[in-house]
């Protein structure tokens, strides 16, 4: 049997405020990857002078030390990477932690796993035969790692019935294989990102090394509440695309709506005093659910936040007084139900406030120019179903 030929590899590791693991870490993954040609590749978004660590422990490291600084944190953690995978001198990419808890003796694991052929991603696992997740601490931790792996999995069957884990920070993946510029990450879960849209021409294939994932040595960890609210949203426009999403945030507003009005009313408010708070309270909540999850990447071409939220408040306030009206129309005129008048009229709301926001409250300034300088034929109709087209059956998986 020949040798496996290990290919050139990028070892990508985004840092936060990681600089006492440096020196170690360049050592440890030197030793691993001391015969093969390779690269240390850091992407910083420190506040504790990291970046100059790595500029000293890379002066006299045996491998090619390379440290980029961001001031942005655009995407956070998942957006270093994406980085990382497009500043890369070599297509085979391995991406790492910085603090110590991905072992780099794993290194020449997945890269001779990889040289077998047959994979354009090699995941780290901590759920496979010889893995380990005890470096996650608390029982608590294993125990919400465990079930928002169980639900990704449910979501992205087709893609992710190969991979024990695909929420494992620590994996090898091919850039050649990938569409980088497609990826659109958010917070921690890049592998999640790679599997589900940076393989949308082609099904990636998946192998898996064991992962004896280890305790922090130092820093605290990144994981918060905030991460775990940008997860689940991040999941669901992966799934559903902005429309699910935004449907998501509206149906989370009706139940707010009617907690509002069950409590105002049960303290003796009249019933529609206690609808018109409701109604407000949920649309200035909707609105800031928006701002975060569903339109955040167009928030920067956007109108100014106080146009936005106007524009917002104007229309679901206008569309809040017309709907019942409509509905009552239709019981009237049409002998139908009230409760299926009701359901339709809901569907046309939820369309008509999608609509709107993705094309007049989140349109960028820019395009608006540029519309206004250049005339089309296109009608309405057809400005409105490619508005659909564009905005709500991306990149979901169908």
Same mark, same amino acid.
């Given at each position: 049997?020949? =040798? ?11 840092? $936060? &405020?990681?600089?006492? &693991? ?5 050592? %440890? ?16 978004? @420190? ?11 890379? =002066?006299? *490291?045996?491998?090619?030390?390379? #440290? ?10 998942? #957006? ?17 932690? #910085? ?29 496979? #035969? ?74 990636? +294939? ?10 922090? %040595?130092?820093?605290?960890?990144? *994981? ?15 799934? $559903?695309?902005?429309? /699910? ?27 529609? @005093?206690?609808?018109?708070? /409701? ?16 339109? +955040?990447?167009? +928030?920067?071409? *956007? ?12 229309? &679901? @306030? ?26 339709? @009229? ?53």
């Amino acid at each position: 049997m020949s =040798a496996l030929i290990v290919p050139p590899v990028t070892v990508i590791v985004p840092t $936060f &405020n990681e600089r006492e &693991n440096i020196a170690e870490l360049v050592d %440890r993954i030197v030793a691993a990857l001391h015969d093969a040609t390779a690269e240390i590749l850091f992407i910083d978004d @420190s506040t504790d002078g990291t970046i100059d660590e790595i500029a000293r422990v890379g =002066a006299s *490291a045996a491998l090619p030390v390379r #440290g980029i600084h961001r001031d942005d944190n655009i995407g956070g953690l998942g #957006g270093a990477v994406t980085l990382g995978l497009a500043e890369a001198a070599h297509d085979v990419c391995i991406v790492m932690d #910085g603090d110590l808890q991905h072992p780099p003796e794993l290194l020449s694991a997945m890269l001779a796993r990889y040289a077998r052929g047959d994979a354009d991603v090699v995941a780290a696992s901590r759920y496979i #035969g010889g893995g380990d997740s005890a470096g996650l601490g608390t029982a608590v931790r294993l125990g919400v790692s465990k079930a928002a792996t169980a639900i990704t999995k449910a979501m992205f069957l087709r893609r992710l019935w190969r991979s024990t884990d695909p929420m494992t920070g620590f994996f090898l993946v091919d850039r050649s294989r990938i569409d980088v510029p497609d990826l659109r990450p958010q917070g921690f879960k890049i592998l999640l990102e790679i599997l589900v849209r940076g393989g949308e021409r082609r099904e990636l +294939r998946i192998a898996e090394v064991p992962l004896e994932f280890a305790s922090r %040595r130092h820093g605290a960890s990144k *994981a918060s509440l905030r991460q775990g609210a940008t997860f689940l949203a991040h999941l669901a426009r992966l799934r $559903f695309g902005k429309m /699910g999403l935004f449907a998501v945030i509206g149906g989370v507003g009706a139940v707010a709506n009617v907690a509002i009005m069950w409590a105002l009313t049960h303290l003796g408010m009249a019933y529609v @005093s206690a609808a018109i708070i /409701g109604a407000a309270a949920t649309i200035v909540g909707n609105f800031v659910l928006q701002e975060l999850f569903v339109f +955040r990447d167009e +928030r920067r071409d *956007a109108p100014r936040l106080w146009v936005r939220l106007l524009a917002s408040l104007s229309f &679901n @306030s206008v569309e809040a007084a017309l709907r019942i009206p409509v509905m009552a129309l239709m019981v009237e005129s049409w002998h139908i139900s009230s409760v299926l008048a009701t359901a339709i @009229s809901l569907v046309v709301a939820f369309f008509a406030r999608f609509l709107f926001h993705a094309l007049v409250v989140y349109a960028p300034r820019r395009r608006r120019a540029d519309v206004a300088q250049e005339p089309t034929t296109d009608t309405a109709a057809v400005r409105i179903i490619r508005a659909i087209d564009a905005e709500a059956m991306r990149p979901g998986e169908l």
